[in-house]
């Protein structure tokens, strides 16, 4: 081998002739585990999206958006009642998050900044950030379901809500804290107060970054599972306007009619499937470019 | 919301906003922020007392025989942690023995391997991972993944150490069915490996690109460069990270309710259908009443006590790791 003898190869370059085999085998391995472990990310995801357009386009037609879902064993039908109460529930979380995410990351990125207590409201809403959705399903549970005697779409709506802030708020913080402080300050030097300074100038610096915040909220809060079970419940009809009751929604829907018998429930939950997984994975691109456009700008 | 962005929409378009608002008004906008900020306080403190309330009276009925016992009894009233427990911790085990060789991989790949074009599409498809629902996981592990894996791992290990000491107990499927404990284990391990992927480059990012490339310059193989100088400049952070797919994997419900095979009893293989405490919760909790509900909110106490215990741990090694 030419490792054997550097000088075997003079006009090759060194790494091929002159690494000792041992090393250059651990190289090649580390190399090759590394496209391997990257390549298998990809064909997870590729897989994943494949399955569900193998499954869930041949139950796309007009009805599944129109009709709500069937009854057990029965023929057609569609998801639109859980899409709405998705859509209702989704909406109602982001309504409530956002106010108390935003004004929070204000807090943290602008009259706490330094201070202890913020150092440990940032801590514990990163802890937030990660907590089993689970917990939070228990929780409103205890605190609105039980209170109430029924299940809700109000109830599902504040776990969604729960789990939507403290993304707010960390991407709110995270933006607010990129604004230079010589703007606040130029700001404070024309007499501005302190709340306008931060309403006209650092908000509207980090506007867009907000924004990304709350779109990540919103992707992470569409397909949650665990919270719903317990709060908004699932129905097979068409919902009441106060809200109470099981609240059609798609994602419990998917759970139940994917594990169902009947092959009619489970191609819903296929299209429901597809539907939501594409809806997420827009917004998570969205919300990818406009972080990139404004870290360009 | 409208009332709180409406001032940014207006002073863009016109000077509405020359005229200051009043002292009070700042005060009421300072006093806004400040009671959101306390909120989030709220509400942790919140989860945990309503979850300790709701379970009084499992633990005072079982006291710390709640943690060791094995049996989960409807009819008799007889409940126990101890299989939801060990099933949670081996899952999640599972989860990062197989996920974090692979996370790693992708970090060295992302940040030292991978052709300059192909950077930002492949990292973002490996983030993409991160925000599939995880009832989807779920589904894809029921209905793709189960089926391979009887097939091709189940039969033909389970036939392979059958008889054997040790090996023949833990890797012993008794009915291939493809779902089971180690099932859970892969497809959670698919779940954090694109967070600890995420954060792990990151932080091999931040390290000062002088380090690399003067190692490089003494003759360093990437090997050699990633084993000596990037592995020691990131470990705590690299850990940090580790610890918050932990908590990830230690929570995770819906995925793990699909695969697990949901049985209430302990069982030596890693084959063998399982719970965790959160596929338990997620599967009995709406048929649930009196003392039975009770100790499905004590399992769902002693989830949050061992998952904010890692996430603590988690959050001071990576002090700021990113949202998604």
């Known amino acids: 081998m030419d490792a054997s003898n550097p000088l075997a190869a003079p006009g090759r370059p060194l790494t091929a002739s002159r690494v000792r085999p041992s090393r250059r085998v651990a190289d090649r391995i580390l190399v090759l585990a590394s496209t391997a472990a990257t390549a298998l990310g990809i064909v997870v995801l590729g897989s994943i999206l494949l399955m569900l357009i193998v499954e869930g386009v041949k139950g796309l037609t007009p009805e599944l958006l129109t009709a709500p879902t069937p009854g057990p064993g029965s023929v057609g039908g569609g998801i639109a009642n859980a899409i709405l109460g998705s859509l209702v529930m989704t909406f109602i979380g982001i309504v409530i998050a956002t106010p108390i995410g935003l004004m929070a990351g204000t807090f943290l990125a602008e009259y706490g900044r330094g201070s202890k207590l913020a150092d440990i409201i940032r801590f514990l809403n990163d802890i937030l950030l990660s907590a089993p959705s689970i917990l939070i399903g228990l929780f409103v549970y205890t605190m609105m379901v039980r209170p109430m005697g029924t299940y809700s779409g109000w109830a599902g709506a504040v776990a969604l809500a729960i789990i939507a802030t403290p993304v707010i708020v960390r991407t709110t913080e995270d933006m607010l804290s990129l604004v230079p402080s010589p703007m606040r300050e130029a700001g404070a030097a024309l007499g501005a107060p302190r709340s306008l300074v931060i309403r006209t100038i650092t908000w509207r610096a980090a506007s867009a970054g907000v924004v990304t915040g709350i779109i990540l909220a919103l992707a992470r809060i569409a397909g949650e599972t665990a919270p719903l079970l317990f709060t908004a419940l699932n129905n097979n009809s068409w919902f009441n306007a106060n809200l109470l009751g099981g609240v059609p929604n798609l994602p419990v829907m998917i759970y139940q009619f994917a594990l169902s018998p009947y092959p009619n429930w489970q191609s819903l939950a296929w299209s429901g499937a597809l539907l939501i997984t594409v809806t997420i994975l827009t917004l998570s691109v969205v919300a990818r470019l406009v972080i990139k456009d404004q870290r360009a700008r | ?324």
């Open chain 2, 1 to 324: 919301m409208t009332a709180l962005t409406q001032p940014i929409a207006l002073s863009r378009d016109s000077g509405a906003a020359r005229t200051a608002p009043s002292k009070g008004a700042d005060r009421l906008f300072q006093g806004a922020a400040y009671a959101s900020a306390l909120l989030v306080l709220l509400v942790l403190a919140g989860i945990l007392g309503s979850i300790i309330y709701g379970a009084r009276s499992a633990f005072a009925e079982f006291g710390f025989g709640f943690l060791t016992s094995s049996s989960w009894n409807i009819a008799t009233e007889q409940f126990g942690a101890l299989p939801a427990v060990i099933g949670t911790v081996a899952a999640a085990f599972l989860a990062l023995i197989i996920g974090v060789p692979i996370s790693l991989g992708i970090a060295v790949y992302l940040t030292q391997l991978c052709p300059g074009w192909a950077r930002k599409p492949v990292a973002m498809t490996i983030e993409l991972l991160a925000s599939v629902p995880s009832i989807i996981y779920g589904m894809w592990g029921l209905f793709v993944f189960a089926p391979l894996f009887a097939r091709f791992v189940q039969v033909p290990v389970s036939n392979l150490v059958e008889g054997l000491p040790i090996v023949g107990t833990i890797l012993y499927a008794r009915i291939p069915s493809g779902v089971g404990v180690l099932t859970a284990g892969i497809i959670l391990a698919i779940m954090i490996v694109p967070f600890v992927a995420s954060i792990t480059r990151d932080m091999l990012d931040q390290i000062p690109t002088v380090l690399r490339e003067s190692a490089y310059g003494i003759g360093c193989t990437t090997w050699e460069v990633v084993r000596h100088v990037l592995v020691p400049q990131a470990s705590i952070s690299i850990i940090g990270a580790i610890m918050l797919g932990l908590g990830r994997a230690l929570g995770e419900t819906m995925a793990v309710t699909f695969v697990i095979g949901n049985a209430n009893r302990l069982s030596a293989s890693i084959f063998d259908p399982g719970s965790t405490i959160a596929s338990r919760i997620a599967n009995e909790f709406n048929e649930a009443d009196g003392l039975q509900l009770s100790s499905l909110m004590a399992l769902g106490c002693l989830l949050f006590i061992i998952t904010f215990f890692v996430l603590i741990i988690a959050r001071l090694l990576v002090r700021r790791a990113k949202v998604a």
